[in-house]
């Protein structure tokens, strides 16, 4: 990558880490408990890119083989921030749910005669993030 592309990706990386920030969407934890500092940072199984030619792209990987993510490329960066926050938003309702599963508990005890799904409250948690982002609902959202 190119000085400029470079500068590209970083500014599309910490728009998008400022908006986790903002929202205080869960992170993972580090190995002695603390939140991990290093969500949506290029590390041995994800990074970001930027190529004129093709526009943003993730690549995910294990062993130094890597696979393009579903959706890229693409030159629109509005598309790239949906991806990357949907999946963001994804994983911050499941742990979102863990710190609170008794309560949800109680509360679907209260409302449904079925027994408790974890899946419906990480779902409406990134749902709910999404729109507070985008304002809007993109058609592939529930998909």
Request: net charge neutral; charged share 30%; hydrophobic share 35%.
């Amino acid at each position: 990558m190119t000085t400029q592309e470079k500068l590209i990706v970083e500014t599309f990386r910490q728009e998008l880490i400022d908006i986790c920030n903002e929202l205080n969407i869960p992170k993972d934890k580090s190995v002695d408990g603390t939140p991990y500092m290093g969500r949506l940072k290029d590390n041995y199984d994800f990074l970001i890119k930027y190529k004129d030619e093709i526009g943003y792209f993730i690549l995910y990987g294990e062993r130094g083989i890597y696979s393009m993510a579903s959706g890229f490329p693409t030159c629109n960066k509005e598309k790239g921030k949906f991806i990357l926050l949907e999946s963001e938003f994804r994983n911050g309702g499941f742990k979102y749910e863990l710190q609170l599963r008794a309560k949800l508990q109680d509360e679907w005890s209260q409302n449904y005669s079925v027994k408790y799904d974890s899946r419906k409250a990480a779902f409406e948690y990134s749902i709910k993030m999404l729109h507070t982002v985008l304002q809007y609902f993109p058609e592939n959202v529930v998909k």
